[in-house]
């Protein structure tokens, strides 16, 4: 690619951090965004100028994410209850983060990668291993709970 | 599709973009460094490579069209990343309010080669609040007949106000042509002769 990069994280970031928060909330959010675009700014001119960038970024998001919750988890002391994520910072967004955090894990992953990213469910498979239209179900899923969950703020079919 | 109502602040974007800045920065990643200052001409856009200071834009330049230019030129890995280009903002802020009359940053000439370059080195010796003619310019630059090339050069020189293509006016003696337009190279001939003669 040989467009600056800076038009990248305007256009994108919030995308991204989206992507983030609904992997790991959002107090751990911002490092696996940080992470993500520094990876993507040393591999930027070598990208292939047709290439789907939004695809490319949210994919490596879900990377840096993953990568942020194995070395939480390594950290970690084991502790009977899960982390209280009502620690994040506060907004009207918290809520939302919370239900993606009590789903299971497919279907947090495959909400965050279609819902939030704008993966298809195709790249939503070759992401999260599986068949495509068991993507789509955990999407589905996902969103069914949400709904009942967090409400209003949920509009739309499915595709 | 379905879509889920998770907005982010153009807050949380801000504070990400400048850490993002400070850390790309920090690892070597940012070959282009960008801001902008406002200043009496407008919004400046100031660019640096590693090297130095390799663009200032005026806003008539189109500053979206420069950075593409920069991107394909020198490198895509451009960032808005301001901490690279504090001196010589700081600089340029003190020049323009009549507190500095030379710049003292370094400069990364790769986009001028040939006669353009030896033209835009020459631009240096031209002291605050003097002019040169096209004419005289093209003698120091060891080409008498290359004129016009000279005035090409001025009107194409990468890092206008700090490197002072603004200093080589017409041998009439009216101001001629600038990459910011005629009015800026009279207000910038007009604060140096005001600053100059109040010393």
């Known amino acids: 690619m040989d467009e600056p990069f800076e038009r990248v994280v305007r256009e994108h970031g919030a995308t991204v951090l989206r992507v983030c928060r609904a992997v790991l909330g959002p107090a751990d959010a911002d490092d696996a965004w940080s992470e993500t675009f520094l990876s993507a700014l040393r591999a930027w001119p070598d ?7 939004q695809a490319w970024l949210v994919t490596i998001a879900h990377r840096k994410a993953i990568d942020v ?18 620690v994040a910072p506060a907004g009207r967004d918290l809520d939302l983060w919370s239900a993606l955090a009590r789903l299971p894990h497919k279907q947090r992953h495959a909400v965050a990668l279609h819902h939030l990213g704008g993966l298809s469910y195709d790249e939503v498979a070759g992401v999260l291993g599986g068949t495509p239209a068991a993507a789509r179900r955990a999407g589905a899923d996902g969103v069914a709970t949400l709904r009942r969950t967090y409400g209003t703020t949920i509009d739309g079919g499915d595709r | 599709m379905t879509t889920l109502d998770a ?25 282009v460094a960008y801001r902008t200052l406002d200043g009496p001409l407008g919004p400046l856009l100031l660019a640096a490579t590693p090297v130095g200071l390799v663009r200032v834009a005026f806003a008539v330049q189109d500053h979206d069209a420069v950075l593409t230019d920069l991107a394909t030129r020198i490198s895509p890995r451009v960032l808005a990343a301001p901490a690279r280009l504090d ?3 700081r600089q340029l802020d003190e020049y323009f309010t009549g507190r500095r009359r030379t710049f003292d940053v370094p400069i990364d000439l790769r986009l001028v080669g040939g006669f353009r370059r030896v033209v835009v080195e020459h631009l240096a010796e031209i002291g605050y609040a003097r002019t040169a003619s096209y ?30 293509c603004h200093r080589v006016v017409r041998s009439d003696g009216t101001p001629g042509q600038y990459a910011g337009g005629a009015a800026a190279k009279l207000a910038l001939l007009d604060l140096e002769t005001r600053v100059g003669a109040a010393a």
């Open chain 1, 47 to 53: 990208l292939d100028r047709g290439a789907n960038v």
């Open chain 1, 69 to 86: 919750v194995r070395a939480a988890q390594r950290r970690a002391i084991p502790v009977a209850d899960l982390p209280d994520l009502a």
């Open chain 2, 7 to 31: 907005p982010v602040t153009p807050d949380d974007l801000a504070r990400l973009h400048a850490d993002l800045a400070a850390r790309a920065l920090g690892v070597g990643l940012v070959d």
């Open chain 2, 87 to 89: 001196d010589v903002a």
């Open chain 2, 135 to 164: 004419a005289a310019m093209a003698e120091a630059a060891g080409s008498p007949r290359a004129v016009r090339a000279v005035g090409t050069a001025c009107a194409l020189n990468p890092v206008p106000v700090v490197v002072p």
